[in-house]
């Protein structure tokens, strides 16, 4: 078992910048998916970043190719989400996530470890 605690959310204007932090505790494993998936409103969840330790490439969605960068604090057992010109779009609740074998970042569902999420919004 994982236990994940998201921090960093908050309020910024469009354009802005935010930086999330997922801490780890628990149980290690050497293969691994970790990142990050939000809920707007009314809408389901959706993959946002992440990483499978059995490959080194990075997940990002398209909306987030570009804006959003996924790093990690080995040390620590941290992985951050830092978010650059943000829009009013990206308002949702991030969580961060994280399955101890290979996973679909197009599939909640496989994640079974979850944070408690953290607000993020946008405004005009």
């Known amino acids: 078992q994982v236990h994940l605690e998201e921090s960093g959310g908050g309020s910024v204007q469009a354009g802005g910048s935010l930086t999330l932090s997922c801490a780890a505790s628990g149980n290690t494993y050497s293969r691994f998916c970790m990142g990050w998936f939000r809920q707007a409103p009314g809408k389901q969840r959706e993959g946002v970043a992440g990483?499978?330790?059995?490959?080194?490439?990075?997940y990002y969605a398209d909306f987030a190719k570009g804006r959003f960068t996924v790093s990690r604090d080995n040390a620590k057992n941290t992985m951050n989400l830092t978010m650059s010109s943000l829009k009013p779009e990206d308002t949702a609740v991030y969580y961060c996530?994280?399955?101890?074998?290979?996973?679909?970042?197009?599939?909640?569902?496989?994640?079974?470890?979850w944070g408690q999420g953290t607000q993020v919004t946008v405004s005009s």
């Open positions: 990483i499978w330790t059995g490959s080194t490439r990075t």
């Open positions: 996530v994280f399955r101890e074998s290979v996973c679909s970042w197009y599939d909640s569902g496989t994640f079974k470890n």
